[in-house]
């Protein structure tokens, strides 16, 4: 398990979250002030550690002695949390790192996010702090909470009545007024919290640091982040894969989808946004749920509470409203899960009990089981025996607003609970708090709508089915010996290109330059018929558009007679052109048109681009990314991904195409790709053909762009 | 507008919906049993018409005067509730038809949905009604209700203790139970309802009267919907017309689109489910908002009960949090929406009020609306008024559970709320109920998920758009004169099938069958080179294989010699096989290649596919259907609507192709195909290729298969 051995310092986050004491540096005695809320939340949630109001002008504040100085506590101060003015923040800081505290809060505002001063202000606190080993948490955000500690060090209005429910999920959000929703909105679903965090401007602690010491946690159920940019992708990286490690669940909405948004999300934060492609591949390479919406957020995390990850899609079903069994067999497929039918035996046996029963699955038990509730153990016992199914799903309407009818089902659903605790139970219920409650504590998830309850368990199998996957990583390929370097500034024509290409170990097409006829038609020869003829030149770059491609040259005679066609062509469309002769490569017939591309992220660097080729590219944009440099095995990944894998795997009467070799280029070009990032702009092997199995697979074409 | 023009005959509705007086045959004075529950429900609702219970047991049920027979009552009785052991059903409806009542509702159950005897009797009852000119709802439904009148027909036990709140939205259910679900659900949403009904076995009244009497009803705003077969095609596609021409949105969910669903759906109803492709392309045309979760079914008929349509896709967001904002723009591009921005000079003056707010569109006040309320009338007076936006999303997290603030905002929400009572006004706000009720008076949504907001403005924009649209549909074209008749049984080869299509107007490749290599060779010529050659004999399925096809042929030399091949090798292939002689066509190059094909659809009738040949239909299965005949506006948008469009348009290089060509033939053969509905089995063009802008489009291949 990975702990402190990357870029991220897991144990100095600590202090954040597990103070001993904390000191709340510019305390206001008027407990709906910004100053006096930390203070008033942590007296309302009980927290138990040492609690010290900072103010030179009061003795006391809101009933606790208060300090003139941090100096003045004459105890250790695990973390400070640091609410003056702007101008005095750096002061503040000081005296932290003066007085040996460990972990800094900075609620303040007037930094970054307002204008040049405050971000060199900023820059200046973030010097410091990281110059002396003091973390800090902020500016401009809204803090910490441990839900458990009742440690509440944050000025969320949000909390002035009711502190938070202790439960498994932790929050991470680097805006804070989004983590302030969060946090409320769980409160008003029933959730409970563990530990939540808002990182405001991250001048040291970032979304990635919290998300990482969130998943290590083991009070910690899922983990629940909102993030606008990445700042530092290693960390990002490094915090994912301790998650992974952990098989802790994330469940993670990044905003900045649509142009729109992207526009709003830079406007909003300093960060960089990089391209939602990517970032949509790195997420699911690290197995984490990205949420498009805030319920979908909240209906996922709570799902993970649970605690069960099936690990077959398989769902039974069972329903009062048959028409609503078609809507939830409907949301099944999808989700990408499974209804196999009950077994034919006891079909036939449900349907004694039921005459009108649908038996299959879903097990329509009609609106019969709101007239008999002594039909619910038998109906479930049946799905969850016979049946076997991981994971089961009952939509029972609104049968929870009926205390009565709760109040006869509760032996049954207590009895099912317990004899099949090892099965992920799902509740579709209309229920009054009090009812909901009692049956999450038997063990139940309850959601209202019985769509949002498939698309919920369909998560948990797929986080399920992740967790299950122990296999590791492919390493990234090697480069050959000899391979030649790239260098910033370095220009190619195709010919060079490939020649580059190839010596990486990509396999290209082979062709030959030839500067007479007589050499063209050698080299066609040499080559075999049929040949493609086109002209070479770093001044013309629509060869087609001039006639300077010849398809289908079948002989030597043609060879010769297309060299000086093409020369003669050449020199008429652009006289001032610089020929550099005549590139002759064996026409290759079949196989399937794809693309791959590389691009420079400006978070994530290299970034390698797989699509089929043509249309599929421009009209469907059916194309996938991953990060440079990978292994084989996210190669293949990469192929199964686009839709047009079909024709790969053999549709529409192809043969079954080369695989095998395609992922060996996608590696290879990421490797490459990786190891000149400085260097290189772009990579674009277009068409990329994938022949039929055995047969391999070449880059026809192949543009390489440097940095300038 | 049409009134009772067509096969919907829906003055005979009114009974079931505002009777004058109601008998419930089978009375019953417990007050929680089937029989009880109809007069339980209509007191409580303060149902103010004649209520007569039949029972001959009794003289008074539940406080009101009891009757042994129907006939005892001796006053007009509008409607009768039948609530009787299904084996007394007949008798019941015979004395309401021998009393002249003039709607009957069935809800006892045991009938087809158990067994071919209740099948029979349900046959039974359905032909006495229809000869006596009564209606009748069910049997095995739930009843219907009228939310204004308190006329509470149904055994519903949802209503015990609550009526429901009267409003805009009426629910027509074809399952009694999910119409009862809705009903508990609108009810504790607090959505106000008007009429609702369910259908049950749909012995006489099926859905689409109900949704055709719902939809011309002037206190219905909004129709919810739902369904799970149809059973007369032209009354559906008359009550979409209906609502169409009352521009009354309908919001449907309609159940069985994954396979699995389809199965379950069938299991449930006893009529067909039909394509699903189809129904929703039928939805399509008629602005038919279809849903795909309770959720989106609700949220969209809530969003309709504020009755604005805005015809422009502008949205004007304001948001206190800047990541809120982004999620809202993001889900605006999903849904379709544009977040034109503020004008500059507005967002200057904006910047000046909140220095960090951000002020393009989202307007990102941020949480300093929350400090200061003051800020909420200019900034939303700003977004509307210089904004101009026809429809704005307000996001103010949970403001709306904190009284004091709401308090201290009410004179804003009020005066921007009657200023700009011209547009739709949404808030995504956590609230408490008294406080969203108190919002929704003054003329506000609300929504708590923000995203759902969005797609609920985006469903409302929909409406509008197509309710601003009058043009008057295209009819379907003619067929020429003289076209051939097509009969069950007919078959055709090749050739055939493309005369036959020629005739009814649909363009062919030109093609000629030659019987000697002489007549191949001037054949050819005369249709000029190149040209293709293929075998026609009505016994070789597969040309190709044989090596039955010849393409590119350039000379009448090579004609002659290509005719003998064909011979050759047809008749060493296939010895047995009758020998029609060679098809000359012209080599049809360039062009896009798409399909026509025709289905005849269960429910439907000929229903007619397009889609972009080749691997858009076999990868992606981008294609689009429409039931036949239909005109060249619904052609055009067929065209519009497959993703390929872009590569008729001139995506990749292509001319534009001839769109006008494509859609005439779209047209045509759906006029071909409804003309011979009863004939036809299938056709299929395939290729139909389309040329470049002004050349035309043409079959090349063409299947017909007729009927048995």
């Known amino acids: 398990m990975p702990r402190n051995s990357g870029?991220?310092?897991?144990?100095?986050?600590?202090?954040?979250?597990?103070?001993?004491?904390?000191?709340?540096?510019?305390?206001?005695?008027?407990?709906?002030?910004?100053?006096?809320?930390?203070?008033?939340?942590?007296?309302?949630?009980?927290?138990?550690?040492?609690?010290?109001?900072?103010?030179?002008?009061?003795?006391?504040?809101?009933?606790?002695?208060?300090?003139?100085?941090?100096?003045?506590?004459k105890q250790p101060v695990d973390m400070a949390v640091i609410v003056v003015p702007a101008p005095l923040v750096v002061k503040s800081?000081?005296?932290?790192?003066?007085?040996?505290?460990?972990?800094?809060?900075?609620?303040?505002?007037?930094?970054?996010?307002i204008d040049e001063k405050g971000a060199r202000e900023q820059t200046l606190i973030g010097e410091m702090a990281a110059a002396a080993g003091l973390r800090v948490m902020g500016p401009n955000c809204m803090g910490t909470m441990n839900a458990r500690t009742g440690m509440i060090a944050t000025f969320s209005s949000g909390l002035i009545d009711r502190g938070p429910q202790s439960g498994g999920i932790s929050i991470a959000s680097q805006s804070g007024a989004f983590g302030a929703h969060c946090f409320i909105l769980a409160r008003e679903r029933g959730y409970g919290l563990n530990l939540w965090a808002t990182m405001g401007n991250q001048v040291d602690v970032e979304f990635a640091?919290?998300?990482?010491?969130?998943?290590?946690?083991?009070?910690?159920?899922?983990?629940?982040?909102?993030?606008?940019?990445i700042r530092d992708p290693r960390k990002l990286v490094e915090a994912l894969a301790v998650a992974k490690a952990y098989k802790k669940?994330?469940?993670?909405?990044?905003?900045?989808?649509?142009?729109?948004?992207?526009?709003?999300?830079?406007?909003?934060t300093?960060?960089?946004?990089?391209?939602?492609?990517?970032?949509?591949?790195?997420?699911?390479?690290?197995?984490?749920?990205?949420?498009?919406?805030?319920?979908?957020?909240?209906?996922?995390?709570?799902?993970?509470?649970?605690?069960?990850?099936?690990?077959?899609?398989?769902?039974?079903?069972?329903?009062?409203?048959?028409?609503?069994?078609?809507?939830?067999?409907?949301?099944?497929a999808d989700a990408g899960l499974d209804l196999p039918p009950l077994p034919e035996a006891t079909q036939r046996r449900l349907k004694k009990m039921v005459p009108f029963a649908g038996t299959r699955n879903p097990l329509d038990v009609t609106a019969q089981l709101l007239n008999d509730t002594s039909l619910m153990q038998p109906m479930f016992e049946a799905l969850l025996t016979e049946g076997g199914y991981p994971a089961a799903l009952c939509f029972v309407a609104s049968l929870g607003l009926n205390p009565m009818m709760m109040e006869r089902l509760q032996p049954a659903m207590e009895g099912i609970a317990r004899k099949y605790s090892d099965r992920l139970l799902v509740l579709s219920i209309l229920a009054r708090p009090e009812v909901r409650q009692s049956l999450e504590a038997l063990g139940y998830l309850c959601y209202e709508d019985p769509s949002r309850a498939v698309h919920a368990i369909a998560a948990l199998t797929r986080f399920g089915q992740a967790f299950a996957d122990t296999r590791v990583a492919k390493p990234p390929p090697r480069l050959p010996r000899g391979a030649p370097a790239l260098h910033a500034g370095q220009s190619f024509n195709e010919v060079d290109a490939k020649r580059l290409l190839a010596a990486a170990g990509i396999p290209v097409v082979e062709e030959v330059i030839a500067t007479t006829s007589a050499a063209a038609a050698r080299a066609a020869a040499k080559l075999g018929f049929p040949v493609v003829m086109k002209i070479v030149s770093a001044d013309i770059q629509h060869k087609s558009e001039i006639g300077g491609v010849l398809l289908n040259v079948a002989s030597r005679k043609e060879a010769e007679a297309g060299f000086t066609t093409l020369m003669r062509r050449a020199k008429k469309a652009t006289p001032k052109a610089t020929l550099d002769g005549v590139l002759i490569a064996?026409?290759?017939?079949?196989?399937?048109?794809?693309?791959?591309?590389?691009?420079?992220?400006?978070?994530?660097?290299?970034?390698?681009?797989?699509?089929?080729?043509?249309?599929?590219?421009?009209?469907?944009?059916?194309?996938?990314?991953?990060?440079?440099?990978?292994?084989l095995d996210v190669a293949h990944a990469m192929i199964r991904?686009?839709?047009?894998?079909?024709?790969?795997?053999?549709?529409?009467?192809?043969?079954?195409?080369?695989?095998?070799?395609?992922?060996?280029?996608l590696a290879q070009t990421s490797v490459f790709a990786a190891k000149h990032a400085d260097a290189l702009e772009s990579i674009d092997l277009n068409p990329f053909i994938v022949r039929a199995k055995g047969e391999g697979a070449l880059a026809v074409d192949a543009l390489v762009i440097t940095r300038p």
Chains 1, 2 share one sequence.
């Open 270 to 332: 300093a960060s960089l946004t990089g391209s939602d492609a990517v970032f949509d591949a790195l997420l699911r390479q690290y197995d984490v749920h990205r949420a498009a919406t805030i319920d979908e957020l909240f209906d996922v995390a709570y799902a993970c509470t649970a605690k069960k990850f099936p690990t077959e899609k398989q769902l039974g079903i069972i329903t009062v409203s048959g028409g609503v069994g078609v809507i939830m067999a409907d949301a099944a």
């Open 93 to 113: 800081v000081q005296d932290c790192i003066d007085h040996g505290v460990k972990a800094a809060i900075i609620l303040s505002s007037g930094f970054a996010e």
């Open 641 to 665: 991904e686009v839709k047009g894998y079909a024709l790969l795997k053999g549709a529409r009467g192809h043969k079954p195409a080369d695989v095998n070799a395609l992922a060996r280029a």
């Open 209 to 229: 640091d919290c998300l990482a010491f969130m998943a290590r946690d083991p009070a910690t159920d899922v983990v629940l982040g909102y993030m606008e940019g």
């Open 586 to 631: 064996p026409m290759i017939k079949g196989g399937i048109e794809t693309i791959i591309g590389v691009q420079r992220d400006p978070v994530f660097g290299p970034v390698v681009m797989f699509g089929l080729g043509g249309i599929f590219v421009e009209v469907f944009k059916d194309v996938t990314f991953r990060i440079a440099p990978f292994g």
């Open 7 to 73: 870029v991220i310092d897991l144990e100095s986050l600590e202090a954040f979250f597990r103070p001993n004491s904390v000191a709340i540096i510019g305390a206001s005695s008027d407990a709906t002030k910004i100053g006096g809320r930390p203070i008033n939340n942590m007296k309302i949630a009980g927290y138990r550690g040492g609690l010290y109001p900072v103010n030179p002008n009061y003795p006391e504040i809101q009933g606790i002695k208060a300090y003139p100085t941090l100096g003045a506590i």
């Open 249 to 268: 669940p994330v469940v993670l909405m990044k905003v900045g989808k649509s142009d729109v948004g992207s526009a709003a999300a830079q406007s909003h």
